[in-house]
């Protein structure tokens, strides 16, 4: 019923920027909480951003202030500006999608920060 497929991840200096794409199918996007998460190697995955069905945001301390998620319902599109990318940001990033039915995540893109 609901597909996520990400794109945008890659390999970036520290201090450069990359924006993350969500593109959803199903009916339930307009109504629902979109997040991406992030696992690194070795760790839990663990919350990164989140947007509501009315743009409220929540966003993890460590990228607060350089990460920015936005949403076009119009598109069932969730994005990730992700700026003044670090080291520790290295991992692969994962969108989800909260329904009433539970979660739905997408496969993950990489995201490779080098020093």
């Known amino acids: 019923q609901v597909q996520l497929v990400e794109s945008g991840g890659g390999l970036v200096q520290a201090g450069g920027s990359l924006r993350l794409s969500c593109a959803a199918s199903?009916?339930?996007?307009?109504?629902?909480?979109m997040g991406w998460y992030r696992q690194a190697p070795g760790s839990q995955r663990e919350l990164v951003a989140t947007?509501?069905?009315?743009?409220?945001?929540n966003y993890a301390d460590s990228v607060k202030g350089r990460f920015t998620i936005s949403r076009d319902n119009t598109k069932n599109t969730v994005y990730l500006q992700m700026n003044t990318l670090k080291p520790e940001d290295t991992a692969v990033y994962y969108c989800?999608?909260?329904?009433?039915?539970?979660?739905?995540w997408g496969q993950g893109t990489q995201v490779t920060v080098s020093s």
């Open positions: 989800n999608a909260a329904t009433f039915d539970g979660p739905y």
């Open positions: 947007i509501t069905s009315v743009r409220r945001t």
């Open positions: 199903g009916s339930i996007f307009s109504g629902s909480t």
